[in-house]
C-alpha cells in the first residue's frame, strides 16, 4: 500500500505559533534591518590654488586630453595600448569575474530546490532501502542580510571597476610620457650629435694652429678633453632611447619595439588646452576614490551581515522523500512509501561567549576606518592635483625662459656665421657659437620635455583616461552601473 505522510506542527499550538514567529519576525526585521550608509561628502575647496590663466582655447576632455598634443602616432600608441595592454586585460578579466559573482549574489535568499538519492540500511541489519527526494529551502534575508549581502556585492563590483579604471589612467599616462622621452631622447642625440661635429672641427683647427705654433698644446689638450665628453653624453640619450622603446613596446604588450620608433622625430609638442574641471570633479573622476568608496560600501555590508548573525536566521523548508525496500530477510518484503514534510527553519544563537557581538563591533570600527580612507584618498588626489598644477605653471615658465635663451644664442650664431662668412671671424668662434646654441637646444627641449610630462601627471592625477567600453564593463550602454557614491548618498 502507498502512503503519503505531511509532518507539521501540531495542530493544538501551531496557530498561536505561527503568529507569534510572524510578529516576531516583523518586529526584529524592522528592528535589525542593514543600518544607513555613512555620509561621504569632503569638503573640498571650491577651486583649485593653482589656477591656470584663461585660454581661449576649450576645456580639454578629460577622457581624451593627450590628444592636446596633436601627434596621431601617440593617438594610435593610446589606443593600441588600451586594446593590448595586458595589466589591463588582467582588469578587465578580474572585473567580469566579479560582475559574474555580482549577478547572483541576491539569489541565496530566494527558494532552492535540490535533488539527491542514497542508500540506507537498518540498524537491525534486516533491511535496506533506497532513498531519493527533492529538498527545498528558502532564507528570508531578514534583519539586514540580505542588504548586507547586497552592498558587500556591489562594494567588490565598484572595486573591480575602480582597479580597472586605476589599469587605465596608469596606462594613457605611462604611454605618453614614454613617447615624449623617446623623441625627446632621439631629439637630444642629434643635438649631441651635432656638438660632437663642432668639438671635432674645433679639436682639428688647433691642431693646425699648434703646428704653426699660434697655440698651447694645453689648448689642443683641452678640446681633446671637451670632444671625449661630448662623445661620452651620446650614451645617456642612447640609453633613454632603447630604455624608452622597450617600455612602449611592453605596454602595447609586444615582445619588442616597432622598427618605426627607431627612426628619430620630433617631440610631440603641446598645443593650447584648458582645465576647466573643479575640486569637487575628482570624486567622479579619480579612481582611486572611486575604490575607497567601494571599500566602505563592502565594509557597511559586513558590518550589516554581522549585526544580522546576531539574530536568528529565518527561513522556510520542506522535502519530499521516497524509499524504495531493496532488500530484507523477511518472508514479506514492505511497498514503497514516501513522506512531505513542511514548516519553518530557525537558526538562532543562544550562548557564544560575546563572539558575534565582538565581530559586530569589529565590522563598526572597520567601516569608520574605510571612511576615513576615504576621505584620505580625497586630500591625497586634491593634494596631488594641486602640486601639479604647479609643476605645470613652472615648467610653463622654465620653457619659456629657456626659449628666450636658445632665440638669443641662435642670433648670436648667425652673427658669428655671417662674419665668418665675410672672412672678419675665426672659424673657432663659429664652432663656438655653434655648440652655445645647440647646448641651448638641448636644454630648450629637455625644458619643452617637462612642461609635457608635468600636463601629463596632471591629467593622470585627475583621473584622465578613455571610459572604459561597455563590451569590457559587460552591460548595455542603456543601462550603467550605479557607483558607490550613488549608494553613499541615498
Same mark, same amino acid.
Given at each position: 500500500?502507498?502512503?503519503?505522510?505531511?509532518?507539521?506542527?501540531?495542530?493544538?499550538?501551531?496557530?498561536?505559533?505561527?503568529?507569534?514567529?510572524?510578529?516576531?519576525? $516583523? /518586529?526584529?526585521?524592522?528592528?535589525?534591518?542593514?543600518?544607513?550608509?555613512?555620509?561621504?561628502?569632503?569638503?573640498?575647496?571650491?577651486?583649485?590654488?593653482?589656477?591656470?590663466?584663461?585660454?581661449?582655447?576649450?576645456?580639454?576632455?578629460?577622457?581624451?586630453?593627450?590628444?592636446?598634443?596633436?601627434?596621431?602616432?601617440?593617438?594610435?600608441?593610446?589606443?593600441?595600448?588600451?586594446?593590448?595592454?595586458?595589466?589591463?586585460?588582467?582588469?578587465?578579466?578580474?572585473?567580469?569575474?566579479?560582475?559574474?559573482?555580482?549577478?547572483?549574489?541576491?539569489?541565496?535568499?530566494?527558494?532552492?530546490?535540490?535533488?539527491?538519492?542514497?542508500?540506507?540500511?537498518?540498524?537491525?541489519?534486516?533491511?535496506?532501502?533506497?532513498?531519493?527526494?527533492?529538498?527545498?529551502?528558502?532564507?528570508?534575508?531578514?534583519?539586514?542580510?540580505?542588504?548586507?549581502?547586497?552592498?558587500?556585492?556591489?562594494?567588490?563590483?565598484?572595486?573591480?571597476?575602480?582597479?580597472?579604471?586605476?589599469?587605465?589612467?596608469?596606462?594613457?599616462?605611462?604611454?605618453?610620457?614614454?613617447?615624449?622621452?623617446?623623441?625627446?631622447?632621439?631629439?637630444?642625440?642629434?643635438?649631441?650629435?651635432?656638438?660632437?661635429?663642432?668639438?671635432?672641427?674645433?679639436?682639428?683647427?688647433?691642431?693646425?694652429?699648434?703646428? $704653426?705654433?699660434?697655440?698651447?698644446?694645453?689648448?689642443?689638450?683641452?678640446?681633446?678633453?671637451?670632444?671625449?665628453?661630448?662623445?661620452?653624453?651620446?650614451?645617456?640619450?642612447?640609453?633613454?632611447?632603447?630604455?624608452?622603446?622597450?617600455?612602449?613596446?611592453? $605596454?602595447?604588450?609586444?615582445?619588442?619595439?616597432?622598427?618605426?620608433?627607431?627612426?628619430?622625430?620630433?617631440?610631440?609638442?603641446?598645443?593650447?588646452?584648458?582645465?576647466?574641471?573643479?575640486?569637487?570633479? /575628482?570624486?567622479?573622476?579619480?579612481?582611486?576614490?572611486?575604490?575607497?568608496?567601494?571599500?566602505?560600501?563592502?565594509?557597511?555590508?559586513?558590518?550589516?551581515?554581522?549585526?544580522?548573525?546576531?539574530?536568528?536566521?529565518?527561513?522556510?523548508? #520542506?522535502?519530499?522523500?521516497?524509499?524504495?525496500?531493496?532488500?530484507?530477510?523477511?518472508?514479506? #518484503?514492505?511497498?514503497?512509501?514516501?513522506?512531505?514534510?513542511?514548516?519553518?527553519?530557525?537558526?538562532?544563537?543562544?550562548?557564544?561567549?560575546?563572539?558575534?557581538?565582538?565581530?559586530?563591533?569589529?565590522?563598526?570600527?572597520?567601516?569608520?576606518?574605510?571612511?576615513?580612507?576615504?576621505?584620505?584618498?580625497?586630500?591625497?588626489?586634491?593634494?596631488?592635483?594641486?602640486?601639479?598644477? #604647479?609643476?605645470?605653471?613652472?615648467?610653463?615658465?622654465?620653457?619659456?625662459?629657456?626659449?628666450?635663451?636658445?632665440?638669443?644664442?641662435?642670433?648670436?650664431?648667425?652673427?658669428?656665421?655671417?662674419?665668418?662668412?665675410?672672412?672678419?671671424?675665426?672659424?673657432?668662434?663659429?664652432?663656438?657659437?655653434?655648440?652655445?646654441?645647440?647646448?641651448?637646444?638641448?636644454?630648450?627641449?629637455?625644458?619643452?620635455?617637462?612642461?609635457?610630462?608635468?600636463?601629463?601627471?596632471?591629467?593622470?592625477?585627475?583621473? #584622465?583616461?578613455?571610459?572604459?567600453?561597455?563590451?569590457?564593463?559587460?552591460?548595455?550602454?542603456?543601462?550603467?552601473?550605479?557607483?558607490?557614491?550613488?549608494?553613499?548618498?541615498?
Amino acid at each position: 500500500m502507498h502512503t503519503v505522510s505531511f509532518r507539521f506542527l501540531s495542530r493544538a499550538i501551531s496557530t498561536s505559533l505561527l503568529r507569534g514567529c510572524l510578529m516576531g519576525v $516583523l /518586529l526584529g526585521g524592522v528592528a535589525g534591518c542593514a543600518a544607513q550608509l555613512p555620509k561621504l561628502a569632503p569638503r573640498l575647496p571650491a577651486q583649485w590654488q593653482h589656477a591656470l590663466a584663461s585660454d581661449p582655447a576649450k576645456s580639454t576632455d578629460l577622457h581624451g586630453w593627450w590628444h592636446a598634443f596633436g601627434d596621431p602616432e601617440l593617438d594610435a600608441l593610446v589606443d593600441r595600448a588600451l586594446a593590448n595592454n595586458l595589466d589591463v586585460a588582467q582588469a578587465v578579466e578580474r572585473m567580469r569575474a566579479v560582475r559574474a559573482v555580482q549577478r547572483s549574489a541576491q539569489t541565496r535568499y530566494l527558494p532552492s530546490l535540490r535533488a539527491s538519492t542514497s542508500d540506507v540500511v537498518e540498524p537491525s541489519a534486516h533491511s535496506s532501502y533506497q532513498l531519493a527526494g527533492f529538498d527545498a529551502s528558502w532564507e528570508l534575508g531578514l534583519f539586514g542580510r540580505a542588504e548586507g549581502s547586497r552592498r558587500e556585492a556591489r562594494g567588490a563590483l565598484d572595486a573591480s571597476i575602480a582597479d580597472l579604471r586605476t589599469a587605465q589612467v596608469s596606462l594613457v599616462a605611462e604611454v605618453v610620457r614614454e613617447w615624449i622621452e623617446l623623441r625627446t631622447a632621439q631629439q637630444q642625440e642629434q643635438l649631441l650629435s651635432q656638438i660632437n661635429e663642432a668639438r671635432q672641427q674645433e679639436w682639428e683647427l688647433l691642431q693646425v694652429r699648434q703646428h $704653426l705654433q699660434l697655440v698651447a698644446p694645453s689648448a689642443v689638450d683641452q678640446a681633446q678633453a671637451a670632444l671625449a665628453q661630448s662623445a661620452a653624453a651620446l650614451a645617456a640619450p642612447r640609453q633613454a632611447i632603447t630604455a624608452s622603446a622597450q617600455q612602449l613596446a611592453m $605596454l602595447l604588450g609586444q615582445n619588442q619595439p616597432d622598427a618605426a620608433w627607431s627612426q628619430p622625430g620630433m617631440p610631440p609638442e603641446l598645443g593650447a588646452w584648458q582645465l576647466a574641471s573643479a575640486p569637487a570633479d /575628482l570624486v567622479r573622476t579619480r579612481p582611486e576614490i572611486a575604490r575607497a568608496q567601494a571599500d566602505v560600501l563592502q565594509a557597511a555590508g559586513a558590518l550589516a551581515l554581522a549585526h544580522a548573525d546576531q539574530f536568528p536566521s529565518i527561513g522556510l523548508g #520542506g522535502s519530499i522523500d521516497w524509499s524504495v525496500n531493496i532488500f530484507n530477510d523477511k518472508k514479506h #518484503g514492505t511497498t514503497p512509501n514516501s513522506i512531505v514534510s513542511l514548516g519553518p527553519e530557525i537558526n538562532m544563537p543562544l550562548f557564544d561567549w560575546g563572539i558575534l557581538l565582538a565581530a559586530k563591533h569589529a565590522k563598526d570600527h572597520e567601516l569608520k576606518a574605510s571612511v576615513l580612507a576615504y576621505r584620505q584618498a580625497v586630500l591625497q588626489g586634491v593634494t596631488e592635483v594641486e602640486t601639479a598644477l #604647479g609643476s605645470v605653471q613652472q615648467q610653463q615658465q622654465r620653457e619659456q625662459h629657456t626659449l628666450r635663451a636658445w632665440q638669443a644664442l641662435q642670433r648670436v650664431d648667425q652673427t658669428v656665421q655671417t662674419r665668418v662668412s665675410l672672412q672678419l671671424g675665426s672659424p673657432l668662434d663659429r664652432a663656438e657659437s655653434q655648440i652655445a646654441a645647440n647646448q641651448a637646444a638641448i636644454e630648450l627641449a629637455d625644458a619643452r620635455a617637462g612642461h609635457s610630462l608635468a600636463y601629463v601627471a596632471l591629467f593622470k592625477a585627475l583621473g #584622465g583616461a578613455p571610459l572604459p567600453t561597455d563590451a569590457e564593463m559587460g552591460t548595455p550602454p542603456e543601462t550603467p552601473p550605479a557607483t558607490a557614491t550613488d549608494e553613499a548618498h541615498r
